[in-house]
């Protein structure tokens, strides 16, 4: 299988190291609009090739769309527009709803399969890419009734093969649950990042003492705005609504507080303690 | 040297962990009012011999206070009035200032040092304890000047000897920074899954979504509330300045969102991007 990754970036370049690792391609194409990544892809061995849209079209077997998620829609009925019937073309974005949208009337919209691995890292561009990325997590495939069924068995094998368990949603639920258990978090570490760096303006050291605790917290907020911004946007109404809630959250833990409220504070603890049921 | 670590919890039983590995001490001695931890200390190891409080002031070199910060200033105090002059007494609380108003006018205050490690995990009791657990972190030396020559030299020694660079405050200017880089991560991780979980009531499969952005930001919230409440009290008005500032900084967020003001989140996202100046 011939594969052409669009978007050699942090999820692009990780794509094509599994793909490697796991043998599935014995060729992989590279497409990007920036020099430097496409000089950096080629230097990391991340792709075999660079070549352009038309030309990745023209070859690939199987296109992976890995650019932010406000360029998806508009090169994904471009790519529609011209592909053959034994072709497949599939994202990793964050974000489904506005894309599904865009291409549900495409008439070769079953050639196209919605997808989104649940893995990043703060950190992008090629030499962010790394080896054995998806390697147990989770990954949605949406709308899989809009998919050819080829196509969708091509896809799944993929990621199986990955060793990634596959979750299939509506792109609306993966949307509305992706707010809550990904880009709250981007939002709440930006916040934090800011909130720490507002306070050192007065206080010199503050940060000779940034320990293990917040640097978990806050290392998202080293996330790059051109992949974050577009998303924040096309999921604007699911993230306010958690957004909005979150506020809420901090404002009771804030008026506990304020009213040495011990037992409502332990009682809000112990009930978040049961966190520990979904993440290990 | 004989030591005491009283409180075999994650803090104390690695503290312990530590002096074994870098051969400080001859003896081990361990205090803590729950059996279960008495006994799971002497089956991993962490303490060679468990003692009564009385034990470990007749017969230890040094004491390390390792239990919660709501206990630490009465034992403190109860200590230092049975303790020689050639013993020596430290803390290893996440904060400071109460303890060192009341132990301020003590006779024997010159033998007390008052010490942050910078580390923690979201676990506790002695099963927690790690090897190697505060190596290359900071730790915080609060009001140096009121301990006595020699039992800070001994204190010193030790840290460097577990590898950790040592930074001195006042006390409260400790308690202030804490506030910033420790305890406010507990309470946006407490707050989130907060969210998350009131959300889950609506909708089923949301953390089968669950990625690793989700489990950094939100693992604090596994955080004990025998630990954590004390702090919150005791470090109240700091934890709200900085609380009060982070639900400000969320709230800008949540405006720009709402008016689709691009820049001002490029902006703000920009500014929160230099925090990696800070964290690696």
């Known amino acids: 299988m011939k594969t052409a990754i669009?978007?050699?970036?942090?999820?692009g370049g990780s794509f094509a190291l599994s793909l490697r690792e796991h043998n599935i391609c014995n060729q992989i194409l590279?497409?990007?609009?920036?020099?430097?990544?496409?000089?950096?892809?080629?230097?990391?061995?991340?792709?075999?090739?660079?070549?352009?849209?038309?030309?990745?079209?023209?070859?690939?077997?199987?296109?992976?769309?890995?650019?932010?998620?406000?360029?998806?829609?508009?090169?994904?009925?471009?790519?529609?527009?011209?592909?053959?019937?034994?072709?497949?073309?599939?994202?990793?974005g964050s974000i489904k709803s506005e894309l599904c949208e865009m291409i549900s009337q495409h008439p070769n919209r079953n050639?196209?399969?919605?997808?989104?691995?649940?893995?990043?890292?703060?950190?992008s561009g090629p030499e962010a890419a790394q080896h054995g990325a998806f390697t147990g997590r989770s990954v949605v495939i949406c709308?899989?009734?809009?998919?050819?069924?080829?196509?969708?068995?091509?896809?799944?094998?993929?990621?199986?093969?990955?060793?990634?368990?596959?979750?299939?949603?509506?792109?609306?639920?993966?949307?509305?649950?992706?707010?809550?258990?990904?880009?709250?978090?981007?939002i709440t570490s930006f916040a934090l990042a800011l909130t720490v760096l507002?306070?050192?303006?007065?206080?010199?050291?503050?940060f000779d003492l940034a320990g293990g605790g917040f640097e978990s917290t806050v290392r998202l907020a080293?996330?790059?705005?051109?992949?974050?911004?577009?998303?924040?946007i096309q999921?604007?109404?699911?993230?306010?609504?958690?957004?909005?809630?979150?506020?809420?959250?901090?404002?009771i833990f804030r008026i506990m507080l304020e009213k040495d409220d011990r037992e409502g504070l332990k009682k809000a603890m112990r009930k978040a303690n049961t966190i520990n049921r979904i993440i290990k």
């Open 6 to 11: 669009i978007g050699i970036g942090l999820i």
């Open 30 to 92: 590279g497409v990007d609009n920036s020099e430097a990544n496409r000089a950096k892809a080629l230097e990391l061995g991340l792709v075999d090739r660079i070549v352009s849209l038309e030309e990745a079209i023209a070859e690939a077997d199987l296109l992976v769309l890995a650019i932010p998620v406000d360029a998806i829609p508009i090169l994904a009925v471009k790519i529609l527009n011209k592909i053959r019937p034994d072709q497949t073309v599939i994202d990793v």
């Open 111 to 123: 050639r196209f399969v919605a997808t989104h691995p649940m893995w990043g890292t703060e950190y």
């Open 143 to 186: 709308d899989r009734e809009c998919s050819a069924p080829d196509a969708l068995q091509t896809v799944e094998e993929i990621y199986r093969t990955f060793g990634m368990p596959i979750i299939y949603m509506s792109s609306e639920e993966q949307d509305l649950h992706t707010a809550y258990v990904s880009h709250i978090s981007h």
């Open 198 to 206: 507002e306070k050192e303006r007065e206080e010199e050291h503050i």
């Open 222 to 232: 080293k996330s790059s705005p051109e992949t974050w911004l577009p998303i924040f």
């Open 235 to 251: 999921n604007k109404y699911n993230i306010l609504d958690v957004l909005r809630e979150h506020i809420h959250q901090l404002q």
